[in-house]
């Protein structure tokens, strides 16, 4: 709940979630992690839950979000 979400629009680069492969569409609600990796919010809320590693990436999450507040 501390990530930032916000509205995919068709400008943004990554073009699809890599958790369920399916393409972004205007409008969706995203979830930034901290190493500006993009994903759909509910896709990336069941992932962290899970795991708190970026599944593009594998930084980990909880790093990253220490790091920003510091």
Not at 40 to 66: F, N, Y
Request: proline share 6%; net charge negative.
């Amino acid at each position: 709940s501390q990530l930032p979400t916000g509205s995919y629009d068709q400008n943004k680069k990554n073009k699809e979630c890599v958790i369920c492969m399916i393409d972004f569409e205007e409008n969706d609600t995203i979830k930034y992690l901290p190493c500006l990796h993009t994903f759909h919010q509910k896709c990336i809320d069941t992932w962290l839950l899970r795991s708190l590693i970026c599944p593009s990436c594998m930084e980990p999450v909880d790093a990253g979000l220490l790091a920003a507040y510091e």
